[in-house]
């Protein structure tokens, strides 16, 4: 079945968005009586019949309605810094929100070459992902912060950061594996050594990836990839 997004879904009747409701009267063809699924991003997950196949205006009649519908069995949080090349980063959003993913932070490090981002299509981006992979969750997305003010939040769990420097650091295997995860990835050059060190003061411990150099965007799907798989 076909499935639409929409954050405020209240009631037993729903009327769809006009974009929404052309996307599905004119492109997907739907009529009167066909079954769709909604979502609301939060966990929702309902199934409806269309009861008006109106283009502008398509109504849908909740028929069962599955709240905290298939969630993570875990939290993670990645903070990453945007690439040069936005196609790059909203590549790691798509695959990371159809593998499993719970907040991303842009973050902006001393090194970055990119310090704006486009918050709308990015959004876009992971509710597209989100009905694309058919899961009720949808990731928090954050406006982007520098490193420090990143670092200024306390926070819960296993906190790390991937790292190149040729210092003692931890498998992503051997990381605490307990649930709740905040990890970091810097830009094309890597963190600085002074980011580097406010890092591991403020708690985050230093991990990586294998002896591969590894893109942003490479390590970033590489690590939520790595969290999914130990807790299938």
């Keep these: ?7 405020h879904i209240l ?9 929404e409701s052309k996307h ?32 502008k205006r398509c109504r849908l009649q909740i028929e069962t309605e599955k709240q905290d519908y298939q969630p993570l069995p875990y939290k993670l949080h ?6 040069k090349n936005l196609d790059r980063f909203e590549w790691f959003l798509e695959k990371a929100t159809e593998i499993g993913i719970s907040e991303i932070t842009p973050l902006i490090c001393r090194r970055s ?4 981002v486009k918050y709308e299509r990015l959004e876009k981006i992971l509710v597209s992902a989100m009905k694309q992979s058919l899961k009720a969750y949808k990731p928090k997305l954050n406006e982007p912060l520098g490193m420090e003010e990143f670092l200024k939040t306390e926070r819960q ?35 600085t050594e002074e980011e580097l060190a406010e890092a591991l003061q403020a ?15 490479t390590a970033a799907t590489y690590i939520t990839a790595a969290i999914s798989l130990h807790h299938l």
């Design 203 to 217: 708690g985050y411990a230093p991990f990586h990836l294998g002896s591969s150099r590894l893109r942003t965007e």
């Design 78 to 83: 990645l903070a990453v810094a945007p690439t």
């Design 11 to 19: 009631g037993d009747s729903f009327e769809l968005e006009e974009q």
């Design 1 to 7: 079945m076909h499935l639409f997004y929409n954050p």
């Design 24 to 55: 599905a009267i004119r492109v997907l063809r739907l009529v009167r009586g066909d079954r769709v699924i909604l979502v609301d991003g939060k966990g929702g997950w309902y199934e409806a019949v269309i009861s008006e196949d109106h283009p």
């Design 113 to 116: 070459e990119r310090r704006q």
């Design 157 to 191: 769990g296993c906190l790390g950061i991937a790292h190149c420097y040729p210092l003692e650091r931890k498998s992503i295997k051997e990381l605490d594996h307990s649930g709740t995860y905040t990890l970091m990835v810097g830009p094309e050059g890597d963190f």
